[in-house]
């Protein structure tokens, strides 16, 4: 509101201009409806400045060269492990075919083992009398 009338009072276009209000001692105070009554002893000096009056703006950069330098290397490393890959993925489905094979083979001698003992488990029968007296 205090900017407004004094934007109004003066002629002056609020979005191009600062205002700064510096107390006796030239330390900036805020610029609201709270502030003690001007005084002789204890005048208060307001300042009117553009938009970076007195500085000019830089441009904000960041220096990306480290940045580029490091994921240019990591992009190289990720690519060199993809084309390892590429190269040795014939000779990984080779590998992995004969691991295959290798524990289908394990199985069937596992199942081999296991009918020779079934059948020999089938060819013993029950007589219907003990041969040998039980240890009771």
Same mark, same amino acid.
Request: overall charge positive; glycine content about 2%; hydrophobic content about 40%.
């Given at each position: 509101?205090?900017?407004?009338?004094?934007?109004?009072? $003066?002629?002056?276009?609020?979005?191009?201009?600062? $205002?700064?209000?510096?107390?006796?001692?030239?330390?900036?105070?805020?610029?609201?409806?709270?502030?003690?009554?001007?005084?002789?002893?204890?005048?208060?000096?307001?300042?009117?400045?553009?938009? $970076?009056?007195?500085?000019?703006?830089?441009?904000?950069?960041?220096?990306?060269?480290?940045?580029?330098?490091?994921?240019?290397?990591?992009?190289?490393?990720?690519?060199?492990?993809?084309?390892?890959?590429?190269?040795?993925?014939?000779?990984?489905?080779?590998?992995?075919?004969?691991?295959?094979?290798?524990?289908?083979?394990?199985?069937?001698?596992?199942?081999? $083992?296991?009918?020779?003992?079934?059948?020999?488990?089938?060819?013993?029968?029950?007589?219907?009398?003990?041969?040998?007296?039980?240890?009771?």
């Amino acid at each position: 509101m205090i900017i407004q009338i004094i934007t109004t009072t $003066f002629g002056l276009n609020s979005s191009d201009v600062i $205002f700064k209000i510096r107390n006796h001692r030239g330390c900036l105070i805020p610029l609201n409806s709270s502030i003690p009554a001007n005084s002789k002893h204890m005048p208060y000096v307001l300042e009117v400045a553009k938009t $970076f009056q007195h500085v000019r703006p830089k441009p904000r950069t960041i220096p990306m060269t480290v940045i580029n330098k490091t994921m240019k290397t990591r992009l190289q490393t990720i690519d060199r492990r993809i084309q390892r890959l590429e190269d040795l993925l014939p000779q990984i489905k080779l590998r992995h075919n004969e691991k295959l094979n290798q524990e289908i083979e394990c199985l069937n001698q596992k199942l081999r $083992f296991l009918h020779k003992r079934m059948q020999v488990a089938e060819s013993h029968s029950w007589k219907g009398v003990l041969t040998r007296a039980p240890l009771w």
